[in-house]
């Protein structure tokens, strides 16, 4: 039995080494790919299990961060350590058993609610925005089922929903395509009908999560830079705002790390936009904080 302790102790000891390890080499890459881009003002790092429910979407109600994982929500402090509300399987069961729901991807926080993209992987046939309190992350019982893939409808989602972004001032949220977007369609936020479609002048590749700030929208992607786009609602003009990261992927996908969700929030060291980034090794994520240009 002294044996048996031994070995399994040493084992212990030999992956919690080679961890190490590899956060350490994670750490290294990243800084060596986010090096030399517009620079982060500083980032709130999580490694380990916690960052499977920080890896989807970021948002905030102004007192805190709401992260979404695939299958959870989180409520967290500025201090990124206090957890206020987590729920590690946010997914509705009805959802699951109606439309196949298996993914949240980004979310948006207004109106004392978060705003969820969730889909039914790889299937995109049900797309879906649902509502969650913005305080216990419980579902709220609303939500809208959106146009998938084989609805025939003008404004569908081929290939599903990655994120949503709330429009407070206006009454509406905002959904895209996945791949080349080259129109915003737009929701009630009260009503979850839909309103209209905001042209684009041009396409913008792999949106991960947007918010809305000044009268534009803000898109993060995970397109080859990981760059975040500014995009004119009055006009559906496009600019890229910045890079995230150097590395252009040639021979291996998502290398230096996979660019996810944004959020919006004025801090008191004059930070703005707030970018969730995933590790180059995918064991962390970091939220990286960015002063306006």
């Not at 399994?8 to 080494?17: D, E, I, N, P, W």
């Not at 993209?117 to 709220?140: M, Q, R």
């Not at 949503?164 to 369609?185: H, S």
């Not at 479609?197 to 947007?210: K, N, S």
Request: with cysteine; charged share 20%; hydrophobic share 40%.
């Amino acid at each position: 039995m002294n044996r048996i302790n031994a070995l399994r102790r040493l084992r212990k000891t030999a992956l919690s080494g080679l961890l190490a390890v590899l956060l350490v080499l994670s750490a290294s890459v990243n800084r060596l790919l986010w090096g030399d881009v517009y620079p982060y003002a500083s980032a709130d790092r999580t490694v380990g299990l916690e960052t499977l429910e920080r890896s989807q979407g970021v948002s905030t109600d102004g007192t805190a961060w709401i992260f979404s994982g695939k299958r959870s929500l989180v409520k967290v402090a500025f201090d990124n350590e206090t957890v206020l509300a987590l729920r590690k399987d946010a997914i509705p069961d009805a959802f699951k058993e109606q439309y196949g729901s298996a993914h949240i991807g980004g979310i948006s926080y207004a109106n004392g609610c978060v705003y969820a993209a969730i889909e039914d992987s790889k299937v995109w046939n049900n797309p879906v925005v649902a509502l969650f309190d913005g305080d216990t992350l419980e579902y709220t019982g609303r939500h809208v089922l959106l146009p998938g893939k084989n609805s025939g409808s003008d404004h569908a989602l081929t290939h599903g929903v990655p994120w949503v972004t709330c429009d407070p001032q206006n009454g509406l949220f905002y959904v895209a395509q996945c791949r080349n977007a080259d129109a915003l369609f737009a929701y009630n936020l009260d009503t979850l009908s839909y309103v209209g479609t905001i042209p684009l002048q041009g396409e913008v590749d792999r949106i991960q999560g947007a918010e809305i700030y000044r009268g534009s929208l803000y898109a993060a992607t995970n397109d080859a830079t990981r760059a975040v786009y500014k995009i004119d609602l009055a006009d559906g003009r496009i600019e890229k705002y910045f890079d995230r990261i150097l590395y252009e992927p040639k021979w291996i996908d998502n290398f230096g790390g996979e660019g996810e969700d944004i959020t919006v929030l004025p801090m008191a060291d004059g930070t703005v936009f707030h970018a969730l980034t995933i590790g180059a090794l995918f064991l962390d994520a970091n939220l990286c904080h960015y002063l306006p240009r």
